[in-house]
Structures are given as C-alpha cells and as structure tokens.
C-alpha cells in the first residue's frame, strides 16, 4: 500500500501552517513554504534557526540545508519564468489571431465594396446603352420622317408645276399659239434641303498633294485628278515645282510605319490616292521629290527601298507580261521609268539602254509562255504573304489592309476570311505541317506585336503568342507537327513557342539589326535568320545557339534550307542610290552548310523576295521585285526558266506541279509549273 497523508504543522517565524501531506515529503515542504512567505532573501542562518524550530533535533550540517534550500528557490524561480513565458506567449497568439481577423474583415469589406461598384457600373452601363439604343432609334425614326416629308413636299411641288403648266397650255391655245414642247418647260425648283438631314458628299474627281523637297523646307500644294497617269503626275510636279527638267527627279511617300515606299509607276500613285481618299474627303496627300544622283556605271538612275522598287533592265512591260521580246523590253523600260528627263538626255539613255548588260544577260533569252490557272482579288491592298495548306486544295493570304483569308483554289471569292485580324499590316501567315492551325505575325503595337493562331479550316482564333517589342516579320511552324512556332522580329531577337502553353521556351540573340528573313529546316532542328546588317545565323533550335553566320553582298530578304539540309539560298535586296554601289543589283546566294562557303552567286535586277527548293531540289525557285519567277538547276545552279509576269511579287507559295504569287496590287495568281526538265 501506498503512503499515507498525516496532518503536519509549519511555524515560519510568527506564522503558523497546518496542513495534510505525506512525511517523507515534510521537509521539502518546508522549504517550499518557507520560500513562499519571503525567505527568498533570508540568510542561512535565519533559515537554520527556522529549521532547527520545525525540526527539533534533526540532524544535517548548515550549509547542506541551505543548499537543498536554495534548490527549491532555483526551482521556483524556473517555474514563475515558464509562467510568465507562457502568459507572453498567449498574449502574442491572441494579438496575432486579432490582426488576422481584422484583415479577413477588411479583406472581405473590400470585396464586398468592390463588388458593389461592379454593380452599379454595370447598371449605369445598362441604363447608358438602353439611353444610346432608345437615342439611335429615335434618330432613325426622325430621319425617315424627315425623309418622307421631303419626298411628299417634292411630289407636290411636281403636281403644281403640271397644273401650272397646263394652264398656261390652255391659254395660249386659245390666243392661237401652238403648244409647248415638253423640254422646254421649266424644271421644277428642288426642294431646300433640310437643316438637319445630312446630303451625301459626292466623290470628288480631284485631290489636293502637298510636294515637299526631302533637302529643304519649301512645300507646294498642288492639285490632280484622281486617275491621274504617273507620267503626267510627275511632269506636272517637276514644271509647277520648277525643278529642273535635265535631272532625274524620285517621289515617294512615308506609309504608316514611316518606312518610305517609291512612287515609280500607275499602280503605285493609284494605290496612293485611293489610301489617301479613303482617310476621308477633305483629307490632302503629301509626298517628297528628291533628286537622283546616278552613280558613275550605273546604267539607269534607279533607287530601291523596301517597299518599291522600278522595274528591271530586261524584263517585260506591265501592258504585256508574257512577251519576252527584247524590243519590248525596252519598251517597257521606256515607258515606266521612275524619273521624267530632258528630251536629249532621254534619247542617249534610250540608246544606252540598247546595249546589253553582261550580268543580266541571261534573262534576256526567250523561254515559253507562263500558264496562268487563275487569279483571287480580295485583298484592298498589298498582299504580304501566300501560303498552300497541306494538300495544296486550299491557301491563305495575309495582306496589308489587316485581313488574312483562306481561299479554294477552284473557287474566285475566300472561303473564310478575317478581316480584321490586326490593327496594322499582317506581315506573314504559315499552316503547319497537318494544316491544323494557321500562324500570323504583324506589326501591329496595339496587340503588343502578339502572333494569333486560327484553326486551319473555319479561321477561328486558337491563341496569341506575345513576347516581341517590335514587329514581327516571319512565324513559322517548327516540326512535323503543330506544337512548335519560331518567329523573327525587329527587335533583334528569334524565339521558339510552345503552342500549347502559348510560351517561348528558346531565346536567341546575336543580331544586331532589323530580322526580315526566317527559315526553318525539313527536320525541325535547325533555324535560318537574315537581317538589315547583311547577316545570316545559322540556329541549333533545342539549344538556342548559334552554329555559324554568312555574310552576303545586301540585306537579306529572303532565305530557304534544301531538303536535305546542306545547302542555303539567300535572296538580297538591291542597294539603295545613296549607297553608291558601282553594282546596283540584288543577289541570289546558295552556301554550302558544311563548309560555310559559297557554291553559286548570281545577279537579280531587283530585290529577289522568295526563294525556294522544290522538286526534291532539283530545282530552286526565286522571284521578286523585278516582276519575274525564275528557276535554276539544283546542281550546277543555272537558269532554267524565267518568266516576267507584270507585277512586282512579294511571296510565293509552291506545291506539286502548281505555286502561287502574291503581288503588290493586293492580287493573288496561280500558275501551271512550267517544263523544268534539262534541255
């Protein structure tokens, strides 16, 4: 059995304690005690005395009672401070579980007050649009009452005038004279137009240009009639602007990404008024002359920008694109020349013209007639890019105007089309591989430059893929599939995407200029880049790094990997007059990938815009600003087939034994390939 409690008694100086407890626990009791009524700050003495009263004729040693005394003391001690630790801490917790309250609470009454004002937006909104659709309708009505007011007022006025008419008929038929013919009657008064009933603005048949000099401030308004000819536009800017007649004088206007774009033919000035007129009827052009400064071999005073350029030396007119002749290609010359000189400077430059140009020779030979298939018009302006789908049926178009249209080759209209797509010119459109989704890229800020995906079919928007800061020039699927999306852009910089979680996964950087040109290699693995610099990477996709650059003779406009990938074409823009080249020609470049190094250079006459292999590449196909589609053997690189089509070209699109052309005037063309076979 366990120990039993017995009653004990305690005197501690003049108090006395009474209590039921264990013995053997008696003196450690009474330590406790004794610390409890004040004997903390006691002597030893005090305490033995108080020990020896309680403990009469026990035994132990002073200083061994004050130790086990001073045990209980350290003990208490521990216990008041875990106490008051504890109390802190409790403090602490409840203060925090207070702060945590009140900011749930204003968490809540924030939302709450947010939602609110959500309402009553909402409802403000709701109350605006029934006002506006309830102000509109009411207008409608006014102005169909309005309208039928006029109409009945005009209707009686007409009754009054026969009345009138007859009258005056019937008086003079019994004085003796004959009756009135009917033309001589007097029309009757048209009706005052009412004061808040807007009458249509007829178009005008004129439009007001300011020509301004590029070298000095002095401008001249002057007015043309909207089907003015480009000869007699730029005649009549040279005599009213007195310039000089004997120089050779440019003009060119600034398009709204103040890229400037030559206006060297009919096509261009029309498409310039029909822009102008269309910001509205009061709306004036303006453009720039600047005087040409020939360079001392060239053979025509010709300049080139990214956006125009003038035809070349040996190919046909634009009023007969499949002649070939050379007599009409000098006729041609003649007759679009992009600056208007003095009569004798003309003639010697005509009879110059006659002598033929070594670099260009080659594409004067004559070659047979070009099969068209059949031509899309849709697109209001420029058509930027072309682009088959998988089984060549059908093809997409991106143009300036903003809209991107998906069209039946046996069918004249689009089949589905979005007309809208950017706030700004849709610069490129790719399909992938199994034409399940189409891309696009654009230089359109408002979007932030963002690349929106649509499905192949019904055109219907699938994602954006945002993460340039400048216009995007090309987007381009990467793989067999449709997960992957590379892009080049102005700001210097090359991404790869993964679709699916609309993210770039590879950042490239080393140009140092303007992207214009992209391609992407038949096995995914490998990327090409060309810029404003007359640079060309070469890109390991995976690891987004660079494996080796080129250095063509322009700025790279366009680029292609063959099939296999061991070789790259590159197509250059022709250099600018300011440049003062003595070789005004574009380039068509194919380098050897294993070796860095040229295999083949020839000469363009203009900007060469597209290039491609096809035919397992046996053959390689180029075209461009100088209106013409050429193709050159796949070994020895020469030309087998060049065909003047009368309209500058910006892409080409090719598939099985037919390819597209997208032009400068908005139209889309599809032709037979022509025999390619060696002779």
Known sequence: MGEEKVP????????KFGYTGYASRRQQDFYEMFYK?????SSASELFKCYQQNFPGGDGEKDEIYDEYKKVVSKQNKKKEDKKKKEKKEKTEEKSSTKDKDRDRERKEKKKSKERRERSRDRSRSRSSSRSRSTSRERSKRDRQREKDRKEWEREQAEKQVQQDKVVDDLLRNFGFEHRKSESKPAPEPAPPSPKVQTPVKAANTIQIKVAMDTSDSQKMLSFPIDVNYDVFLQETIRKC?????????????????????????????????FVLSQGPSKKGKVFVSKVVESKNAMDAEEDTVNECPNPPATTSNNDANNNSNSNSTAAKSSTSPAVKGTKKVEEEEASEEEEDPKLAMYKESFPKLNQVRSYIGHKESTFCCCFRKRGKQFATSSKDGSIRVWDTEEDRPTKEVLNAYDG????????????????????????YGMKLYSGTSLKKKGVLKGHSQKVYCAKFV????SRVASASCDKTVKLWDVEKSKA?????????????????????????GDDDKVIKIWECDKGTCVGSLHPPGIVWSVAFSEDGTRLAAGTMKPKAEEKTDEPYAHLVVYDLNTFKIVKQHFVADSVQHVEFIQNDNILASCGRDKAVSFWDGEDYSLRYHHNIGQKIYRASFHGDRFLTSALSGEVTLWDLPDLSKP
């Open 37 to 41: 009524c004040g004997g903390s700050d």
């Open 479 to 482: 793989g067999s599939g449709a």
């Open 8 to 15: 004990l008694r305690f005197v501690i100086g003049s108090r």
């Open 505 to 529: 996964i590879t950042k490239m950087q080393g140009h140092t200029s303007n992207i214009f040109a992209l391609a992407v290699s038949s096995c995914g693995k490998k990327l090409a880049t």
């Open 242 to 274: 007195k310039l000089d007649e004997a120089d050779s004088w440019l003009v060119y206007f600034l398009d709204e990404d103040n890229d400037r774009v030559e206006i060297d033919d009919t096509d261009t000035l029309e498409m310039y008024i029909n």
């Open 425 to 448: 010119s849709v610069l490129s459109c790719d399909y992938s591989e199994d034409g399940s989704l189409l891309v696009s890229s654009s230089n359109d800020k408002s979007n932030k």
